[in-house]
């Protein structure tokens, strides 16, 4: 994790957030925030790669729409990128990032996933 990447990154996360999915009636689903930190747990217990692949599968029980949740991960590094790291620019997919270059990819989902959940602060949590 690097904080002045992190800290770069939450004023466009909130910007991200405010126009996805998971922003509806000015508010965001607590599930969200559940989520993020699953995610992050799932890196760091299993592999990158595994742990995109099992966010980016349906899932009819989950409160949430796990795979807007990459999505949301996806575009803050990328609109991000031009700021703080070039070979970011040029991709699809999270797992298109990976493949590409699987040591910078970590450490930029990271730094999105946590400028996420410290930018999840700003909004009103719903509890459903």
């Known amino acids: 994790m690097n904080k002045n990447n992190v800290e770069k990154l939450i004023p466009i996360a909130i910007n991200v957030i405010e126009n996805s999915k998971l922003y509806s009636n000015g508010k965001v689903s607590k599930a969200c925030s559940s989520q993020i ?65 699987k040591f910078i990819a970590k450490k930029k989902i990271i730094d999105a996933c946590i400028a996420i959940k410290l930018a999840l602060n700003v909004f009103i949590l719903d509890k459903e």
């Open 37 to 101: 930190s699953t995610f992050g747990a799932a890196i760091s217990q299993g592999s990158l790669l595994s742990a995109v692949l099992f966010f980016g599968k349906t899932d009819d029980k989950s409160k949430i729409d796990r795979r807007e949740l990459l999505k949301v991960i996806h575009k803050v590094i990328s609109e991000g990128s031009s700021k703080y790291c070039k070979s970011c620019e040029d991709f699809t997919s999270l797992e298109d990032f990976i493949i590409k270059d």
